[in-house]
């Protein structure tokens, strides 16, 4: 029972960090919708998350605090793709028909891999919250207790992502409407570009 505590602040922790509106959040939100690979995003998802927790817990976090050009470079890329998933998403709202289809198609598994994998590892946000703070605040911890601390974030990503991603099924009766779709697509696009001129935005500082 002593490593509890810090299983339970790792795990508060690490869901603090990743329930929030974001682009890897979002996504997952609209492949629930669909139904579209869902377990295999979520899983991409968790793991990558477990994965930089891990290395972040295990000394990394300083590391890439100390590398702005690391840092400067995994940002511009990001705000990049963010920039062009956010056209993606007002294309799809500019044209109803297209809204239809989503919903019928199978999708393509490999295209949804790799923009899982964009959402996570092109956002510099996710190192720094994951690499760098949680990877930070476990150094007051040592053996076990930090061991079980790692764990706790680990597994708050793994809840969240597949309660998101089978809990979307929930509003399905909602997105029945291509109008609803359409919002959607409208708040995803708004998303991405708030979060790429963000992430341009921190350049300067």
């Not at 869901?15 to 869902?38: D, E, K, M, P, Y």
């Not at 019928?104 to 190192?127: E, I, M, Q, R, S």
């Not at 697509?185 to 979060?195: E, F, K, N, S």
Request: charged letters at 10%; one cysteine or more; aromatic letters at 12%.
């Amino acid at each position: 029972m002593q490593n509890a505590a810090p299983f339970l602040s790792g795990f508060f922790l690490g869901l603090s960090l990743i329930v929030a509106i974001g682009a890897q959040n979002a996504f997952i939100l609209r492949q629930g919708l669909l139904r579209r690979h869902v377990f295999v995003l979520c899983l991409i998802c968790a793991l990558s998350d477990a994965l930089l927790i891990a290395a972040g817990v295990a000394g990394l976090g300083t590391l890439v605090s100390s590398s702005p050009t690391l840092i400067t470079v995994v940002t511009i890329g990001g705000a990049a793709f963010l920039f062009s998933y956010a056209f993606i998403a007002f294309r799809r709202a500019w044209r109803p028909q297209a809204l239809h289809a989503a919903s019928a198609g199978a999708g393509d598994l490999k295209a949804a891999v790799a923009a899982c994998l964009a959402f996570t590892f092109l956002n510099p946000h996710v190192y720094l919250d994951t690499v760098v703070l949680v990877g930070s605040l476990s150094a007051q911890y040592v053996g076990n207790e930090r061991l079980a601390y790692g764990v706790g974030a680990m597994l708050a990503s793994f809840v969240w992502f597949f309660a998101l991603g089978y809990g979307a099924r929930l509003l399905q009766p909602v997105f029945a409407r291509p109008s609803a779709w359409r919002v959607l697509d409208i708040l995803i696009g708004l998303v991405m570009t708030a979060i790429g001129l963000s992430l341009l935005g921190g350049l300067g500082g």
